[in-house]
């Protein structure tokens, strides 16, 4: 029987056995439990290592030629899912999981091609087709997917290239992105004041938060002391297993994103009586008081999280009833951006401020409301020299 242990991981128990490749080299298998770490379970867990260490195979892939002749579907469904869902965030395997099954896999297998067959050209056809249905930036999640998935493939020894690799990935169209005037921003503010999602618009119009951040704001990354306002965890729902559900978690989208900005006056004060506030509604509900989510801001008044999906549908209700234009609750984001460009803030600076990973993506949406406020500057610089009350009739004359 092999060795192996259990380690925490995510507040739950995972089996680790270790094991030499082909190559021995020493690899470790992780495999979860499904139990969270808390009295009673790690006996159960133990349980459950034992009989995988008495089962568990060393998977000789290298010298094995099964893999090689499944269909490219099956692999990437059945062997390389399981084996990325221990790799990446839950959000991530989420959408690596709706992919393979419902276009992906499907597309494949009707074509009946093998793994150790699969032809940079069968990849290519694929995209082809599937960007007459989709935008381009959905195709190249799907390479993304496919390309990472036989790289793997490579990586162990199955295929000798990755015939993803030559393909003609679909270009970005650049986008119109829509955002509210600064007036436009100020009416939303006022007329959504006494909403459940009043102050949430305010914060998120204000920095210019993703959704998945302010939903997942907690009163721990507030520092009211210090004045400071801190993103470090994220809440996203998520299909999986063919079921929505929340997905929370001390991570966000990059590493760019983790950001801590200053607190302003206004939302100290008003984060304070939305904390009064929360506690009372504790009071008066009692047992009936939802205890899941007391680390959250933004609950309902029976202490339920907002759910991501109806902060999007009720940010619309609550454009429709005050007859205001229509954008998306993404779109505060962008909003923000605007209103920091046109105020001369560097674009370095904003950035920051969004939590943005690579510089040329705030600089490819944004620069041409840099120029815009270029433009501003030179008319105020021609008002100045009273160059805007000079014409060239006058010019002629004085020469």
Known sequence: MVNGFLSPKNGYYQMVIPYKDVDGKWKKKWISTGLKIKPG????????????????????????????NMLYADYLVDYWLPVEKQNVRASTYAGYEGNANTIIAPYFREKG?????????????????????????????????????????????????????MTDRPRDVQKT??????DEVEELIEKSKNDPLGLMIKITAFYGFRRSEVVGLKWSAIDFDKGTITISHTVINVKKDGKRQLVCEDKTKNMSSYRTLPLIDTFKQELEQLRIETDLNKQICGDAYCRDYEEYIFVNPIGELFNPNYV????????KQNGLRKITFHQLRHSCASMLVRAGVPMKQVQEWLGHSDFSTTA??????????????????????????????????KA
Request: proline share 5%; charged share 25%.
């Open 113 to 165: 091609i093998r793994l150790v067959d699969l032809t940079t050209r069968d990849i290519q056809e694929f995209y082809n087709l599937q960007q007459t249905r989709v935008a381009p930036a959905t195709v190249k999640h799907y390479h993304a997917e496919i390309h990472r998935s036989l790289y793997h493939a490579v990586r162990i020894g199955l295929i000798p290239a990755n015939p993803a690799t």
């Open 177 to 182: 992105v829509k955002f509210y005037t600064p």
């Open 364 to 397: 490819n949406r944004y620069s041409h409301l840099e120029y815009d406020a270029k433009e501003d500057t030179a008319r105020t610089m021609e008002e100045v020299l009273g160059l805007d009350k000079m014409n060239y009739s006058d010019s002629a004359n």
């Open 312 to 319: 999007t549908d009720h940010f619309q209700v609550i454009l």
């Open 41 to 68: 379970n790690k006996r159960k867990a133990q349980a459950m290592l034992d009989e995988a260490r008495m089962n568990f195979k060393p998977p000789l892939i290298a010298e094995s030629t099964e893999l090689q």
